[in-house]
């Protein structure tokens, strides 16, 4: 098959809703909303190897310490990991008495009983419940009418009333999802909400969430605006609900849609932290916050270490974030054309600290957000400094990572402008040589032992100090981890690559890791070797000894 010279005969455009007096157009977002994580559900259930225990107990501190104060932290009626995971969460006391939690189940009786056993003991919650409402859904999934539908979410939502009665201890939230709200009509969607609103009878104290789902994006954000104000103005009690957004990605425009939609009288926005979720993605609840940071809004989020934050989601998710995602791709802060770099370099120079932030091609201050200003203006063919790293990979099989590249780039223009001359590829090698395989002091490393056991691995090095033979010792879960368990400082790995150089019996290895030292800002190392495990033990040794001369330098400073 190919695309259709007429795709009308085939899909339909969306119908407009008709609001000549409609007022979102003149409205500016002027305070942050409510935010919920659902990274823990949503973005969970998303993901081609769900998260263990571990990584979504890490998952939930690190959302924590973002500053998120309602989380969504699984479907526990769906599965026995996120019913056991709620359980760990209530009993272990690992849940903040400024956060609540929240759990999503469907308009079943036995799903919704199994949810609240999950919730037993917790001292807030809000139990989040939906049913399909979009016609398509109605005739093809659940072959019911319209009556049917609101009939379910009543019956439900009676149920949940019910069982969070019998349990006073708990402050109990709630919250319905006419799931697919986008694509249902709007009339009806009001209708069923309103039916559910009497079930509940929330008051301005106590308010129902009524969830707007954006399940299936299509249509123009100022549609999805167009809905949500027509909502607010039909549905009943609109002073005791919360209307909360849940936009979806499939046509791009959910950062878009959930911004208009917040215009619109939207109080609270539902999603992810870099975009994870079903098919597209939820939205990015980074970009929404900082998009308002940007317009001198406080987004009661803190991103001032994002890489920090963007760790823990690619280690949880196993999905690398796009080098060119706003506010913390790799790249997006980094101007390679000359023109740009001219224009960076004017700006910083006029720029004084208190003043209104004006640095052309820099919606935002990388610092506030933990990036280096050396990262900004990065060497490469297109500003005649050479591209370092094609001549790095054509001439010696070297191939840094990205992140390295924009460090290393660094080093190599502080030359270039010492020396006013360009540099050749053995210039560049030698410089790479110099800065990281050279690298061996304070802390020179000699010799290892390593054994390993079903996968615990202990490690003993030998490592030259001030002239003196020292051994360390450690243990740990692979070969890097014992050796950082044996280091006499605190290190945190942040990003660890390895290729082969060469082939056949002359084939090295090379390692690149990428290390922070008592959270200072983090830096690379290299090692080669004809051993694999020798040679990332040389690489981390070369990023200590850099660390080490980095914090020494700044203390020499002080």
């Known amino acids: 098959m190919s695309m259709l010279k007429d795709p009308s005969n085939k899909y339909r455009a969306f119908t407009p809703i008709n609001i000549p007096d409609r007022t979102w157009p003149d409205k500016i977002i002027d305070q942050a909303p409510i935010w919920l994580s659902t990274d823990l559900r949503d973005g969970n259930q998303s993901l081609i190897e769900p998260m263990d225990a571990e990584k979504k107990m890490r998952f939930f501190k690190c959302l924590v310490d973002v500053g998120l104060k309602e989380i969504e932290v699984g479907f ?29 189940t469907q308009a079943r009786d036995d799903l919704i009983e199994r949810t609240f056993e999950s919730l037993k003991g917790a001292k807030k919650a809000i139990v989040h419940y939906y049913n399909a409402c979009a016609p398509s859904f109605r005739k093809i999934v659940f072959n019911q009418d319209k009556a049917g539908v609101k009939a379910i979410a009543v019956s439900a939502g009676a149920t949940i009333k019910r069982l969070a009665d019998a349990a006073p201890d708990t402050a109990w939230g709630f919250e319905y999802s006419p799931e697919v709200f986008s694509s249902t009509e709007i009339d009806f969607a009001v209708e069923v909400c ?17 969830n707007l789902p954006a399940t299936i994006e299509n249509a123009t954000p100022n549609n999805y605006a167009d809905q949500i104000e027509w909502f607010g103005r039909h549905v009943d009690k609109r002073d005791s609900v919360l209307i909360s957004l849940h936009t979806h990605n499939d046509r791009g425009t959910g950062v878009a849609a959930t911004e208009l939609g917040l215009m619109a009288g939207a109080d609270r926005v ?36 994002i890489d920090a934050v963007r760790k823990v989601v690619e280690d949880c998710n196993q999905i690398p974030v796009h080098p060119r995602h706003p506010y913390v791709g790799d790249l997006v802060h980094t101007a390679f054309s000359g023109s740009h770099q001219d224009a960076i370099r004017k700006g910083f120079a006029q ?6 932030w004006e640095v ?32 790095l990979e054509q001439e010696y099989g070297i191939n840094l990572p990205r992140r390295m590249q924009i460090e290393f780039s660094q080093v190599v223009q502080g030359e270039t402008d010492r020396l006013g001359l360009e540099m050749t590829a053995g210039q560049i090698h030698g410089l790479l040589e110099r800065e990281y395989l050279q690298a061996n002091a304070p802390y020179e490393l000699k010799g290892h032992r390593l054994q390993e ?20 010792r450690g243990a740990g879960k692979g070969p890097l981890e014992a050796l950082v368990s044996s280091l006499p400082v605190s290190v945190e790995i942040m990003d660890y690559q ?34 694999i495990t020798t040679a990332s033990f040389r690489a981390l040794f070369s990023a200590l000894n850099r660390a080490v001369k980095q914090a020494d330098g700044k203390t020499q400073a002080a």
């Open 194 to 210: 309103n039916a559910v609103i009497a079930v509940f009878q929330p008051t301005p104290a106590n308010k129902l969430i009524l």
């Open 453 to 472: 056991e079903n996968g615990d691995s202990n490690v003993e090095v030998q490592v030259q100090v001030g002239g003196q033979l020292e051994s360390w």
């Open 498 to 531: 390895e290729h082969a150089i060469g082939g056949g019996a002359n084939a090295k290895a090379a390692s690149y890791i990428e290390i922070r030292l008592d959270g200072q800002r983090p830096l690379h190392g290299i090692g080669i070797d004809a051993n």
């Open 351 to 356: 720029q004084k600290e208190g003043q209104v």
């Open 76 to 104: 526990p009626s769906a599965s026995q990991t996120d019913f056991d995971f709620v359980r760990e969460l209530i009993e272990g006391g690992h849940i903040p008495d400024d956060v609540t939690i929240q759990v999503l």
């Open 360 to 391: 052309p091609y820099l919606p935002i201050d990388p610092a506030d957000i933990g990036r280096d200003y050396e990262a900004v203006i990065r060497v490469n063919s297109q500003s005649g400094k050479g591209g370092i790293t094609f001549l």
């Open 270 to 305: 539902e999603g992810c932290l870099f975009g994870n979720g079903e098919r597209t993605g939820n939205v990015c609840l980074v970009t929404v916050a900082l998009n308002l940071y940007t317009q001198g809004i406080d987004p009661l989020l803190d991103f001032s270490d």
